[in-house]
T-cell receptor
Framework: NAGVTQTPKFQVLKTGQSMTLQCAQDMNHNSMYWYRQDPGMGLRLIYYSASEGTTDKGEVPNGYNVSRLNKREFSLRLESAAPSQTSVYFC??????????????FGDGTRLSIL | SQQGEEDPQALSIQEGENATMNCSYKTSINNLQWYRQNSGRGLVHLILIRSNEREKHSGRLRVTLDTSKKSSSLLITASRAADTASYFCATDRDSSYKLIFGSGTRLLVRP
């Protein structure tokens, strides 16, 4: 079982470039999430999608946009990358209902460096 | 802002010993979850405890929750080298769709 798949695994960008991080899940989950993890810190929520067709801001949404393409796929876009966005990005998914009641399943992350 | 804060930040023990990690949070919760993260990998869900539960077991894991003190603990018994990882608590808040993660405890189990 693939679970949650993120592409690419590594990426280096120059300041001002744009890119899209891809995420797909094969568990038929309703909810999907994007987090960033900075060294020595826990995860911070960027955006989430409670169900297909809806997206909402998390704790640190500035500089990012998302698209819930269908039930399986949830992408994260950096329109104009900045060095402060250097981080490891994780996508996660969970079953229906309120988040706290459901475990989240994570991909292995995209390591993004912005020079 | 971090809802949960783990303590200690780092823990080093010998294989076979027990490891205890603590999590404190600030606001009322419905559920608390614990996750493990191996180096270079994503988080893996370990256990979920609801606010009306006081203790929960899963294999060598024991989680307690004290809502009056706004704290939880994760006990790993008879630790193994493979338990070396970072451990995070995560809480929901006011029935929202958002999980708030703590900064984690880095556990090293020495063979």
């Amino acid at each position: 079982n693939a679970g949650v798949t993120q592409t690419p695994k590594f990426q280096v960008l120059k300041t001002g470039q744009s890119m899209t991080l891809q995420c797909a899940q094969d568990m038929n989950h309703n909810s999907m999430y994007w987090y960033r993890q900075d060294p020595g810190m826990g995860l911070r929520l960027i955006y989430y999608s409670a169900s297909e067709g809806t997206t909402d801001k998390g704790e640190v949404p500035n500089g990012y946009n998302v698209s819930r393409l269908n039930k399986r796929e949830f992408s994260l876009r950096l329109e104009s990358a900045a060095p402060s966005q250097t981080s490891v990005y994780f996508c996660a998914s969970s079953g229906g209902g309120e988040t706290g009641n459901q475990p989240q399943h994570f991909g292995d992350g995209t390591r993004l460096s912005i020079l | 802002s971090q809802q949960g804060e783990e303590d200690p930040q780092a823990l080093s023990i010998q294989e076979g010993e027990n490891a205890t990690m603590n999590c404190s949070y600030k606001t009322s919760i419905n559920n608390l979850q614990w996750y493990r993260q191996n180096s270079g990998r994503g988080l893996v869900h370990l256990i979920l405890i609801r606010s009306n539960e006081r203790e929960k077991h899963s294999g060598r894991l024991r989680v307690t929750l004290d809502t009056s003190k706004k704290s939880s603990s994760l006990l790993i018994t008879a630790s193994r080298a493979a338990d070396t990882a970072s451990y995070f608590c995560a809480t929901d808040r006011d029935s929202s769709y958002k999980l708030i993660f703590g900064s984690g405890t880095r556990l090293l189990v020495r063979p």
